[in-house]
């Protein structure tokens, strides 16, 4: 017995399968119908609701932290509805360049995030995890300079000169290494602390609300 398209997909609702689309084809002796199951799409992520979107829809506000974020990694553009371009890679002491430069174009502070501020926008449990794509489209998921400082323990001996010269004593110390930073992955929100700072990495800068 043959069925129309409209009657084999009314019977696949009823028996709770997904959505189907039916084509009809007309053929010799009667008619071929094809069934092709549209699968639904994946919910949206929901926007976290401390994150809103300036008036302007070129920054990302955080109302809990008092940040403000550019949609677009340095190197993209806002268009007004998504970011275009390529994002930009910079060594250490490029992006503080970078950072100081707008600041005094724009007349506000910019700076390079620490890694909690940065890390706070990371969804990892997103469906791609990262940045939110609503919030921060087309962003780069790959490691990003930060400014927080990358501190050396090391074991010594506590009657070495060249150790209580340096602040260290006791069987071990701690100090800032210049030639380190750290980076954090905008994908997995991985931090890595020991990077070389002429590695060429993604930059997202950040300034505050206040």
Not at 18 to 41: C, D, F
Not at 193 to 203: G, I, Y
Request: with cysteine; aromatic share 6%.
């Amino acid at each position: 017995m043959l069925f129309s398209p409209a009657l084999c997909a009314l019977a696949c609702l009823v028996a709770g399968a997904a959505p189907v689309r039916a084509l009809a084809q007309a053929a010799s002796g009667g008619i071929t119908v094809t069934i092709t199951p549209e699968l639904p799409s994946p919910p949206a992520t929901p926007t976290p609701p401390h994150l809103i979107i300036s008036t302007d829809g070129e920054y990302v506000l955080d109302l809990r932290s008092r940040l403000a974020w550019p949609r677009c990694a340095e190197g993209m553009r806002w268009t007004g509805n998504t970011c275009i371009g390529q994002r930009m890679l910079f060594q250490y002491a490029d992006a503080l360049e970078l950072a100081a430069a707008r600041s005094q174009s724009e007349g506000v502070r910019w700076r390079l995030p620490r890694v909690a501020e940065l890390r706070h926008l990371v969804e990892k449990y997103g469906k791609p995890p990262g940045l939110h794509p609503g919030l921060f489209p087309k962003s780069p998921t790959e490691l990003h300079w930060t400014s927080t400082p990358s501190i050396q323990h090391s074991t010594g001996n506590q009657y070495d000169y060249s150790n209580i010269s340096q602040g260290r004593t006791g069987e071990g110390g701690s100090r800032l290494s210049p030639l380190l930073g750290w980076a954090l992955d905008t994908r997995t929100g991985e931090a890595t602390s020991d990077l070389p700072k002429t590695t060429p990495l993604a930059l997202r800068l950040v300034r505050s609300l206040d």
